[in-house]
Structure formats: C-alpha cells, structure tokens
C-alpha cells in the first residue's frame, strides 16, 4: 500500500491564481482531512469528509473548497491564492470513527509546501 | 470549538533523562485525545491515543500518556529518552468530525 499520497509536493503561486492540491489514499478509508500547517500554529482542519459525497467544513474553510466523488480522491481546491495561504498542507486518512481498537488512527500524507506570492 | 494548548513550544533535554511535555484542552466532554510525532519534512504519525478505558496509555518506544479529567490533561512522559526521540510532538483532540491540535512541542535531545 502507498498509503496516503498528495501531488504536488511544493508550489510557487501568483496572487489570484487558482490550484488543487491531490490527495489519494488506497486503504479504503472513509474518513478523510485537509489541514494547513503554519509555523508555531500547529495543524489546522479545514474540511473534512466522512464518505464519498459527503464533505463538511472544519476550523478555516474561507478560501478553499473540497469534494469528494470516490472513496479513494479528496482533492483541496484554491480558487483565488491570497498570501495567507502560504502554507503546507497535509492530507490525512482514517478507517473509522469510534473507541473501539484500531479506530480513530489517522494517517497522513508527506505534505504539499504552498507559497504564494 | 475546542482549544488544545501546549505550554511549552521547545523542551531540550540530555540523552538518557526523563522528560514530560504538557498538554491541555478545553472541555472534557467525551474527547478523544492523541499525541502525535513529526520527524522534518514529514507527515505526522500517530504516536498513542486515549479513546476510553484505562487512562494511562502507552506507545510501543517507551512513552506514555495519562488522561486527567479533572485537570483536562494529556502530559506525554518518556522515562528515558534517546537522541532518535528528537521530533516535534502534537497533542490533538477530537471533538465529534473535528481535530483540534496544539501548537507543537520540540523535542530536542542532546548527547
């Protein structure tokens, strides 16, 4: 298993400009994220989905959109880049949600580096 | 909306001592608790978690984790750390769909 896969890996973007970030993942998972990471900030949630079809917004949606037609893709859409987000970005999985053994185990991709000028 | 806070943004400590790092969210209504590592230029990974039962959680390299409800914490401990133990350490919380994480600790262990 590749596990969780994001394309690209870094990106210059010019103000206005539009992008999507990739995200695949191959172990079947439902569960799927986008975060952003700042320096000394931690991770943000910006959206997330709990299915195919099903997306929903997380702590910093404004300025990004999601879908989420097949288990396996949740791409992370910029329409119009602003400098705020110059970030990395990382993708995460996980197979389910609850508090038995073996949920709630998120896996993360190795990042998209963002920077817009 | 929760907020998960890590008092310490950098702990160096020597090769072999012991070390905490502190962890506290806001509300202790039915949270799940994570400590997550990230080594440079890489995603994170999942380091241990506290989902219900025994409050004292443990990884496989020797950390540990003790859920505290009353004081609303989640200090990561390792007896004995190693210069390989070096990384930046997340504690997250999940509340309902939603992650929240604290800023980081930096872990930086010296000869």
């Known amino acids: 298993n590749a596990g969780v896969t994001q394309t690209p890996k870094f990106r210059i973007l010019k103000i206005g400009q539009s992008m999507t970030l990739q995200c695949t993942q191959d172990?079947?998972?439902?569960?799927m994220y986008w975060y952003r990471q700042d320096p000394g900030m931690g991770l943000k949630l910006i959206y997330y989905?709990?299915?195919?079809?099903?997306?929903d917004k997380g702590e910093v949606p404004n300025g990004y959109n999601v879908s989420r037609s097949t288990t396996e893709d949740f791409p992370l859409r910029l329409e119009l880049a602003a400098p705020s987000q110059t970030s990395v970005y990382f993708c995460?999985?996980?197979?389910?949600?609850?508090?038995?053994?073996?949920?709630?185990?998120?896996?993360f991709g190795p990042g998209t580096r963002l920077l817009v000028l | 909306a929760q907020s998960v806070t890590q008092l310490d943004s950098q702990v160096p400590v020597f090769e072999e001592a012991p070390v905490e790092l502190r962890c506290n969210y806001s509300?202790?209504?039915?949270?799940?608790l994570f400590w997550y590592v990230q080594y440079p230029n890489q995603g994170l990974q999942l380091l241990l978690k506290?989902?219900?039962?025994?409050?004292l959680v443990k990884s496989i390299n020797g950390f540990e984790a003790e859920f505290n409800k009353s004081q609303t914490s989640f200090h990561l401990r390792k007896p004995s750390v190693h210069i390989s133990d070096t990384a930046e350490y997340f504690c997250?919380?999940?509340?309902?769909?939603?992650?929240?994480f604290g800023s980081g600790t930096k872990l930086n262990v010296k000869p």
């Open positions: 995460a999985s996980s197979a389910t949600s609850g508090r038995a053994e073996g949920t709630e185990t998120q896996y």
């Open positions: 172990m079947n998972h439902n569960y």
């Open positions: 989905s709990v299915g195919a079809g099903i997306t």
């Open positions: 509300s202790s209504v039915s949270v799940y």
């Open positions: 506290y989902l219900s039962g025994s409050t």
């Open positions: 997250a919380v999940k509340d309902f769909n939603k992650f929240y």
